[in-house]
């Protein structure tokens, strides 16, 4: 994580210096593009090949072409097209990477942990916008662009061996053969993982049917991780990747708890990202913050996501999680509507707190939940979906939030983006297997 914020400071700084702002930006966002048109795709891949395979070489593609990039650097001015042309590469090779990340820790821990995990991650993401800016910035002063690509390849290759001294537990049987080969067992209504999740308490394994039922002791407290005898990857005996990609749709669209769990995702990005982004840029700059004060009010933001993190790490577990999840929502809808009324910058930071604070538990749980009630053999596809809603949305409410604010104002396009968001809630305690989801014991 370290590494990319110092690549996308090192990207940006190139691109502004070898090209117009213009020009800049779009490099900037061309690589949004692959992202997103091969996203499902890469989740499919990351349940085929198995998600610790294709970290690896995504990673290993990653520190390839960043170094790529500061060699050129280092022995010429590229200009812009090398630039877009690494932009589109990271961007498909996130596409990868990203489902398969997502997918990963159902496969090296005991789902009791899943939620402790989400916590940790949410750690390691805030640290990694902490330190990154600052040691990106410190390596483009010391020797410009280059120095910066090159610090950004070392940091991904030191996360290479890392990874792969990590070992995972293979699915069962029946998973990996109703999951991610795609037989087609969903086209006849059967939904595995769906009753299994339902029917039975949070201490009980959150996979398919046939596997639940016949899951031992052992592999129920986490003594011992889920087997499979033959050790082949999926795609090795049969299907198609298309199957795989429909089947994976649709025990999204049949799930009772992760069908409508993706439409408190898309909600929330799509009512926070703007305001959180362009809406406070225009807040503090119409109240006469200034850049100080926008400072202050993103660090209050990130100190109170960090801390919800830092509690569903120590805490592991939170009882009623769907419950907590919805109010928090709802709690945290109005503190967004509030931050447009704050009367000075201290009033600001400490609403931010607070939406920081409330936005991380909320959005840490419903990732819990996500890793938690998916079938293992699901979670690249079920990750890719969750990772497409939200690059999907959150990029369109940034010039909407703009573009209304420059109509309405900022009071009246925060309360309406809190609506938004505050939906999200209600919808958790419209569907009654969303609102009683609990987090394994």
């Known amino acids: 994580m370290i590494g990319d914020?110092?690549?996308?400071?090192?990207?940006?700084w190139a691109a502004v210096r070898a090209g117009s702002p213009a020009q800049a930006g779009l490099v900037m966002t061309v690589s949004a593009v692959p992202r997103a048109l091969l996203m499902l795709g890469g989740g499919v891949i990351a349940d085929r090949f198995g998600p610790r395979r294709v970290v690896i070489g995504s990673d290993a593609?990653?520190?390839?072409?960043?170094l790529t990039m500061a060699v050129l650097f280092f022995s010429t001015d590229p200009g812009l097209w090398p630039l877009a042309a690494l932009a589109v590469a990271f961007g498909t090779v996130d596409a990868m990477f990203l489902p398969a990340v997502g997918a990963l820790p159902a496969r090296?821990?005991?789902?009791?942990?899943?939620?402790?995990?989400?916590?940790?991650r949410g750690l390691g993401a805030r640290l990694a916008s902490v330190v990154g800016g600052p040691v990106g910035g410190l390596a483009v002063a010391l020797g410009g662009a280059a120095t910066a690509f090159g610090l950004a390849a070392l940091l991904i290759a030191v996360s290479i061996p890392l990874l792969v001294s990590v070992r995972i537990r293979e699915l069962p049987t029946d998973d990996d053969r109703t999951g991610a080969v795609g037989t087609g067992l969903l086209g006849t209504g059967e939904r595995p993982g769906v009753d299994a999740?339902?029917?039975?308490?949070?201490?009980?394994?959150?996979?398919?049917?046939a596997a639940g039922a016949r899951g031992s002791a052992e592999e129920q407290s986490g003594a011992v991780g889920p087997r499979e005898p033959s050790g082949e990857p999926a795609a090795a005996r049969g299907g198609t990747a298309w199957r795989d990609l429909v089947g994976g749709l649709r025990y999204v669209r049949g799930h009772r708890v992760l069908a409508p769990l993706m439409l408190v995702i898309a909600l929330g990005d799509l009512g926070f990202v703007g305001p959180l982004n362009v809406g406070l840029a225009l807040l503090a700059d119409e109240r006469g913050w200034g850049a100080a004060g926008m400072g202050w009010t993103l660090a209050g933001f990130g100190a109170g996501a960090g801390a919800a993190s830092l509690l569903l790490a120590v805490r592991g577990r939170v009882p009623h999680a769907g419950q907590v999840a919805a109010h928090a929502i709802l709690a945290g809808s109005v503190a967004i509507g509030a931050l447009a009324?704050?009367?000075?910058?201290?009033?600001?930071?400490g609403t931010a707190v607070l939406v920081g604070l409330l936005a991380g538990l909320s959005g840490a749980l419903c990732a819990a939940l996500l890793q938690t009630q998916s079938d293992p053999a699901y979670l690249g596809r079920v990750t890719a979906v969750a990772s497409l809603v939200s690059l999907g949305l959150a990029p369109l409410g940034m010039p909407l939030s703009a573009a209304a604010i420059g109509v309405w104002g900022t009071g009246p396009v925060?309360?309406?983006?809190?609506?938004?968001?505050?939906l999200g809630g209600v919808v958790i305690l419209c569907f009654g297997h969303l609102r009683r989801a609990e987090l394994p014991r």
């Open 414 to 422: 925060f309360v309406v983006s809190a609506a938004v968001c505050g």
């Open 341 to 349: 009324f704050a009367p000075g910058v201290f009033a600001a930071v």
């Open 197 to 209: 999740v339902d029917a039975v308490g949070p201490s009980e394994p959150a996979v398919g049917d």
């Open 108 to 120: 090296v821990t005991a789902r009791g942990q899943l939620a402790r995990v989400q916590g940790m």
């Open 61 to 66: 593609v990653r520190c390839a072409a960043v």
């Open 5 to 12: 914020n110092v690549y996308y400071l090192a990207l940006s």
